[in-house]
């Protein structure tokens, strides 16, 4: 059976499966409401990137520690929570970016004429959170995007700018969501898979 010249994974469905593209980042996605039109318009989109981005989805546990059994014995080891996040280049460089990469930060808009300040915080509070942030990606199987959420998300990296001549200047993130005392049974990320069209 395998004594082929060509021995491959591939099969008639492969094509249909495909996450294509570098997708967008958008603030408050809501799934099977929101549109590509709507988060343009509502101004949810994080803006442009370069190089797409990375999610992460990291298991924290542990093996129990049982004298005679081997620490990899199936069943002994423990999940304890997850670490999960976004990692984004954004191309634009906004009030709302800059802002973002700070994480504890505020503006002001009537201090100096035609400029608005960006205010760094020694302090974090609840509303410094970001209530979700999404990767909205294109399927080739399907009409509907897949769509990775983070829930509590605030940027964890610091914000370095390096403008260049001949390059435009990113700004760099590391959003990292988080569970909340009120409901620490659920990790702070979901992954919505489109369902496949009924042939």
Known sequence: MFNQKRITGQTSETKENL???AGVFAKDYVVGTDTLESIKT???LLGATNGGGT???TKNGHYLQIDGMPENTKGN???DSWATQLQITLQETTVESLKMALTAAKTDT???TNYTTIIPK????DEDYIDSVSFIGRLSGSN???VITIFNAI???DLSLNPQDGKEGTVQLTLTGHYTADDPESPPFKIFYPKKAEV
């Open 55 to 57: 999610f992460t989805a």
């Open 155 to 157: 940027n964890t990296a």
């Open 77 to 79: 080891y423990i999940l």
């Open 42 to 44: 509502d101004k949810k």
């Open 110 to 112: 009537t201090t100096t």
């Open 19 to 21: 996450l294509l593209g």
């Open 144 to 146: 509907d995007p897949i």
């Open 122 to 125: 020694n302090g974090m509070e």
